[in-house]
């Protein structure tokens, strides 16, 4: 009999352990734009919820947007997990505008706290104009049937979803509950969680119902490596890289033995490379900025009255607006003003004075060695005519003269070293 209770007794542990396990809701935060990292962030919490068997996972979403591609691979995590996700556009002020839409509309659940926004998906060209080409028609297009297929997936307004990415409207809280954009409004997260208790959402695996009146919260937040990898993606930190990586390399090489700034440099463009690496570059842009690095080089080299620094400087400001490619539809990403000008000003100057300074200082006449003493001044010691000696730096050197004789306590400059021998010719003479 009391070997059978405590079966029970466990058991009953096991049970309740299991179910308290699964009444869980994993809640992670996005306020960022919608990049590489943030697509493997969300990927990995999606996986990481269903290994936990959670009632649900919670996006709190503040996005203006993002790359295209990495849009994508989300919406395809959200439309095949194997858990229900929320997607709860947060706190007040918050916005779901161009690629948030598409993630916001492809959840399970899409739900909006008062203050907030969502559409305004319209594909828009460099600085914002509308484009008109061919190619951005294709991908006005594209995009609205991607926006379509997806409201359509979870039942959503298809009609304002589309109109989102061709005349793109925006709604309010209050407007996209209206219009079924969304599935509810929540004042907070603790109300949104008591909102999701006893709601259905359809899997592919069949019906669900959530239970999270007794659920436990359990907030993510990106780990160390996602949270660099989302800086990286930023293209302003890869504009500044870029340009701090080839500073440092032009120091090293035109300073050799400084190290320092050949070791930031390789380290820089390595991490610009990455950066470029998970944007959209425009390699004209990336020509431009090389072909400004080559002109303000020639400058220092070669007299140009300033011509060549002019054409080095518009080609950096040229290459750095055009760095980034924002013709793609959902593509928000540039190159800030407040980044471009100042760095154009400061390469500028770095090169006409660090680098100028530094091909001067090579071209310098030698003030050290044998070579420091041709131009030096001195005085002979005794008669030149034309061999005799002189002191050059309070030392004694046997020298001979170009032009014979030279007196006793003259003064002389050097012309010219063979060895120890030395070749001056007097400074000026007496009348």
């Known amino acids: ?44 919490s999606i996986q990481k919820a269903s290994e936990d068997t959670a009632e649900c996972l919670i996006i709190a979403l503040n996005t203006p947007g993002g790359l295209l591609k990495s849009t994508r691979v989300i919406v395809s995590d959200l439309l095949t997990a ?18 948030g839409a598409f993630i916001t509309l492809a959840a399970h659940i899409a739900a909006m706290t008062p203050g907030t926004n969502i559409g305004a998906a319209h594909p828009v060209g460099m600085q914002g104009a509308e484009q008109d080409s061919i190619s951005s028609q294709k991908a006005t297009n594209d995009a609205a049937a991607f926006i379509r297929s997806i409201s359509e997936k979870r039942h959503r307004n298809v009609k304002w979803a589309e109109e989102a990415v061709r005349q793109s409207t925006a709604l309010t809280e209050t407007e996209a509950l209206r219009d079924s954009v969304i599935d509810l409004i929540a004042r907070d997260l603790d109300d949104l969680v008591r909102q999701l208790d006893g709601r259905v959402v359809q899997l592919d695996t069949g019906m669900d119902t959530l239970r999270t009146a007794h659920a436990t919260v359990i ?32 120091f090293e090489l035109y300073n050799p033995g400084s190290v320092l700034p050949g070791v930031v440099g390789v380290i820089s463009i390595i991490l ?17 900025i090389v072909v400004g690095i080559i002109l303000f080089l020639l400058e220092i080299k070669i007299t140009s009255y300033g011509l060549l620094t002019v054409g080095g400087a518009v080609c950096l400001f040229l290459g750095s607006i055009m760095l980034i490619d924002t013709e793609s539809p959902l593509e928000v990403l540039s190159v800030s003003w407040l980044v471009i000008i100042p760095s154009v000003v400061v390469t500028v100057l770095f090169f006409l004075f660090a680098i100028g300074m530094g091909v001067r200082a090579q071209r310098r006449k030698p003030t050290t060695g044998q ?5 030096e001044t001195g005085t002979a010691i005794q008669e030149l005519n034309p061999d005799g000696q002189v002191r050059v730096h309070g030392e004694i050197w046997s020298a001979t003269t170009t032009s014979p004789p030279v007196r006793a306590g003259e003064s002389v400059v050097v012309t010219g070293i063979h060895g120890l021998h030395l070749t001056v010719r007097p400074t000026h003479r007496s009348t």
């Open 1 to 44: 009999m009391r070997p059978t209770l405590v079966f029970r007794t466990l058991l009953a542990l096991v049970i309740a352990s299991g179910l308290s396990h699964a009444q869980s809701i994993h809640v992670i935060s996005l306020d960022a734009t919608i990049n590489p990292a943030t697509a493997d962030f969300i990927h990995q």
């Open 82 to 99: 194997k858990i229900p996700i929320v997607v709860y556009v947060a706190p007040a002020g918050a916005q779901a505008a161009s690629a």
């Open 219 to 250: 907030q993510k937040k990106m780990d160390w490596k996602s949270t660099i990898l989302d800086l990286l993606s930023d293209p302003n930190i890869a504009y500044i890289f870029f340009l701090l990586g080839l500073y440092g390399l032009l």
């Open 272 to 288: 610009a490379f990455y950066s470029l690496h998970t944007l959209p570059v425009n390699y004209a842009g990336l020509a431009l």
């Open 371 to 375: 070579e420091g003493l041709i131009g």
